[in-house]
Nanobody, 116 residues
């Protein structure tokens, strides 16, 4: 059974930084990609950044140049460094993993709040 546990959210002023972590357990060797999504109040969940098992990355236009996704050496942890945070980045951030059978797995979410 796959489990994703996020950490690192919090309250930060505009222009500040946070680093989110996602630790995966279970059948992680079947993962083809991992990523971060976010959902703000009243809005749909959106992809923020993703990384494949070959370390190919992609980002939402709104975070390019400010956020960086990476994986730990053990490949079971995904990080997202968020710099120059803006109030519009405020949301619940969810870790996501997709396996080779196209099943999606989600973490419980971590709140990021950016004050102006």
């Amino acid at each position: 059974q796959v489990q994703l546990v996020e950490s690192g959210g919090g309250l930060v002023q505009a222009g500040g930084s946070l680093r989110l972590s996602c630790a995966a357990s279970g059948n992680i060797f079947s993962f083809t990609a991992m990523g971060w999504y976010r959902q703000a109040p009243g809005k749909q969940r959106e992809l923020v950044a993703g990384i494949t098992s070959e370390d190919s990355t992609n980002y939402a236009d709104s975070v390019k140049g400010r956020f960086t996704i990476s994986r730990g050496s053990a490949k079971n942890t995904v990080y997202m460094q968020m710099n120059n945070l803006k109030p519009e980045d405020t949301a619940v951030y969810y870790c996501n993993a997709v396996n080779m059978w196209a099943n999606n797995f989600w973490g419980q979410g971590t709140q990021v709040t950016v004050s102006s």
